[in-house]
């Protein structure tokens, strides 16, 4: 039976409404909820940035015991650019996306959602939004109108738009 509720976030205010919305749904239709967050490797600095500024990020950043001395950086995207070579930058995403769902795990749970599971995950955004949902047995997916992309004129984000498209659950789509 598909008892379960999947949302996905990206750490964008959207993304937090989804949750909290997600958080809702389970309490009241007493389902199981799953947070995913997929890792952020192929965001821009800039969207990063904008992210950190949100989110406060950098702070986490900076008190991290793999930091390398960037706690001076005014910004994520400069520390993310002063970070040298692809494991450095790997760990940067790789904190960045534990923190995030660390967040909608805490905001969900407050919100009496129930059974949570978590997961984060390296891959394309829907492809692993739509993997978990299998897994995970989930009939419902809750997702943000638009999450972190540039072109917020854009209706339904690209990664809405595929989820909605390649699949026969209920998904719910949170502005």
Known sequence: MADRILVATDGSETGARAVACAAELSDKLHRGLSILHVQLHARPSIELTRLAETEHLLDHLARAPHSAGHSSASSLGAYYEATKGAVERAWVIEAIGTEILARACTSAADAGARDIRSRVAAGDYADEILDMAEAEGAGMIVLGRRGLGRL????????????????????????
Request: glycine fraction near 4%; charge should be positive.
């Open 152 to 175: 917020r004129e854009v209706l339904v984000g690209s990664v809405t738009q595929k989820v909605l498209h390649a699949t026969d659950r209920t998904v719910v789509i949170v502005r």
